[in-house]
């Protein structure tokens, strides 16, 4: 093997470790989160493996029911700016509230006054992007959701109890 066959292994190595290690997306409690009615819940978004330390994400919570269309709750873009969607607009009293818990890694949505309506999935969906030759790239993604579950006020405070979710 001479050399220029040697660098090129190692760097087809490692380009298949880039590929390899997408960004870890994960949503607590999930995958499923039970939780009183009148309660409010606190949904974290967890971002790890994230491949480049000068990179910038692009992070956005959906919500959907079982086969419904997703609707954007907030999305929080390059400028770390704050943009709550659609989804709030129907409820009278503000119902969430998004914030960054620790920096670049955890993001939090806090939803006000659970009620039957907030039953469905929440979707945390991460971009990690960079510029290239002043242009924003995506250069790796990550997606994750948990589901709001309950049938009616009996059964959240009974599972609540029983499962012991820390709400
Ligand atoms: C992704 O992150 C979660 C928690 O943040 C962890 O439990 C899990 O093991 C990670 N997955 C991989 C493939 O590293
Ligand atoms: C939910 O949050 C609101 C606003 O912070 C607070 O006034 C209320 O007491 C909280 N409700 C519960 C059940 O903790
Ligand atoms: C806002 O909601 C309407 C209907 O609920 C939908 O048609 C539209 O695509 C939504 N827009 C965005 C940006 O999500
Ligand atoms: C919580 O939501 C219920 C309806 O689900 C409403 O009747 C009640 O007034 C709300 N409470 C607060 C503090 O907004
Ligand atoms: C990330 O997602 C965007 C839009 O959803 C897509 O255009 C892009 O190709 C994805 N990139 C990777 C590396 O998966």
Redesign the pocket.
Known sequence: MNISSAFLVLLTRALLAEVCEALNVSVIPGPVAVVPQ???ATLTCRVTQRRRPSSLLVLRWLFSLEAGQEQLIVRMNVRRAQVYGNYTRRFHQPKVSFFEEKEGETYNLLI??ISVEDRGHYTCKVQEITKHHSRWRAFSNGTATTELRGKSVEALLMLDLSAGVPL
Do not use: A, C, E, L
Request: net charge neutral; glycine share 20%; charged share 0%.
């Open positions: 009148g309660h409010n006000f006054n």
